[in-house]
């Protein structure tokens, strides 16, 4: 299974600093973005002040461990413009196994999005009360840590992560930021963003070549609905759990081309007389021509214009720019 991690511009250097591995960075969920991290609540009203105070000493003052986290999707416009910083980052592909082997212990899993808190049953917390026992107090345990450090709102669905807590002996911490080294190894892609700048571009580049890393290109075509991946004339599509080599790419706009590598798609093949004749058939082109129309009218079906200079007289045209369908005669 692969893992992702987008990476801002400024982290990729660190990840790549120290020869032979991958830095990966980690996190406390009291230092992460949603405020909400390892909140917690029982299922059930607890019966007595003895056993919520119970439930406040093993339950809520949980520590808080070293974490990373991942998306499973490469292809996210969300996650490539949230953490990516607008795709001028890049993205890493891990594989899941080679990964977890870097760690003396590594607990993984996929974060569950509910509107709801994370909730542990209260018939566990009044068991492990009742009896006393350590073994029915570190399963509680266990069952906190499971709903907590692996839910999260509904709002964070989009991430569609699967995250890794390891024990603190595990990082490296270096001037207030947990690092974990992992070997080149466990590193299955390198994928660029499609704005990145040249010169990291160039640095990811060098570094692939390097160590024998796949280097893939995120793109954004024109006439395709969904993000790709491109390397040289070569043409990736992201399957669910691999990347899909699909025909080449159009030699002129980029996008997928389906019929053969290296020629040009469907939309790029029209001629210029064709689309000279395109442009012909509306009047539009000539009342723009001969300049009646000052560029292209604005609007918005089923949308009136609205702002201080539109003419209450007369809805829908406004007084700099006339609508001209509301003037139009013989055109």
Known sequence: MLLFKYLSPDAVHAVFGNVGVVSLKFGRPATFNDPYELFLETDQPLESDDQMAFYEHFCRDLPQLPVTCFSKYPHSVPMWAHYARDSKGICLAFDE??????????????????DQPAQVASSMIKYAFATGKRRHTVRLIAAVNRAVYFTKRSEWRYEGERRMVVDDEAVIDCNGSLFGRVRNETLRYIILGQNIE?????????????????LLSSCVGKR???????QGDRCFRWNGSAFDQR?????KCGDPNPVS???????????????ENARARSMLSATLHYG???????????????GNAVDRAVPGRNARNPDPLSQERDL
């Open 97 to 114: 196994d080679t990964l977890v082997e870097s760690f003396p212990a590594a607990f993984i899993g996929d974060v569950s999005y509910s």
């Open 198 to 214: 040249k010169s990291l571009g160039d640095f990811c580049n060098e570094h692939a070549v390097t160590t024998g890393i796949p």
């Open 224 to 230: 395709v609905y969904e993000p790709f991946f491109s």
């Open 247 to 251: 025909a080449g790419r159009c030699r």
């Open 261 to 275: 590598p290296a020629s040009l798609c469907k939309w790029c093949k029209i001629g210029e007389d064709v689309q």
């Open 292 to 306: 009646i129309d000052h560029g292209i009218p604005m609007g918005f079906e089923g949308l009136e214009p609205r």
